[in-house]
């Protein structure tokens, strides 16, 4: 059975280039035949506007119907209450697709998307320890804009997001196990939320 997901991104002009290799591979391990389009309409242009309910409910109400599985991936950001905030939109999304066969899960990414890039590189500069990229507040301009120059992918499309993003989702199982808070756990939650829905 195909199951039709539509990626929320912060902003969709560069996330878009993360998630969809990333999301897909992900769920080529949940079910047989996930369709992955990420939502670029409307823009919500930053994670402010992607954490007000007002805006998640115009894109579920848009696109109610023909998507099974709503994600919402932002950056953590340093913000520990980031988790808090996307469990209230997902208890208010829930109650919106009471009775329907979709699902609405909203997930941070510990602390930008960009380091899921980064958990699936295996040319790393060796002084880079993965547990200070992992707690570092701004690693996209600490390690992954740094790790772009060192490939000479700055100058191509979205800073190489796009080429480096599948070469990540071509070791999917190594960025799970880099990033359990909250890839790993997004796909536990899938997997449990799925199996509910009988997918």
């Known amino acids: 059975m195909s199951v039709n997901v539509l990626v929320i991104p912060e902003d969709f002009r560069k996330d878009q280039y993360v998630l969809k290799p990333l999301v897909e591979r992900l769920m080529q391990d949940v079910v047989s035949k996930p369709r992955v389009r990420v939502c670029c309409d409307p823009l919500l242009g930053g994670v402010d506007q992607a954490t007000r309910w007002d805006r998640i409910q115009e894109i579920v109400d848009r696109y109610r119907g023909m998507t099974k599985v709503f994600l919402l991936i932002v950056d953590r950001d340093g913000e520990p209450d980031r988790t808090k905030a996307l469990a209230g939109l997902e208890s208010r999304a829930a109650a919106l697709l009471e009775?329907?066969?979709a699902v609405f899960l909203a997930e941070n990414a510990w602390q930008e998307v960009e380091v899921w890039i980064l958990?699936?590189?295996?040319?790393?500069?060796?002084?880079?320890?993965?547990?200070?990229?992992r707690a570092e507040r701004d690693p996209k301009e600490s390690y992954?804009?740094?790790?772009v120059r060192l490939r000479g992918l700055q100058d191509i499309l979205q800073s190489g997001r796009d080429v480096l993003a599948r070469e990540a989702a071509a070791r999917y199982k190594r960025v799970r196990q880099l990033c359990?808070?909250?890839l790993g756990r997004l796909e536990g939650r899938l997997r449990d939320?799925?199996?509910e829905l009988s997918v």
């Not at 958990?119 to 990229?133: F, S, V």
């Not at 992954?144 to 790790?147: A, G, T």
């Open 193 to 195: 939320a799925l199996g």
């Open 119 to 133: 958990a699936g590189m295996t040319d790393l500069p060796k002084d880079w320890k993965w547990a200070d990229i």
């Open 99 to 101: 009775g329907t066969a």
């Open 144 to 147: 992954f804009e740094p790790y």
């Open 180 to 182: 359990p808070e909250d």
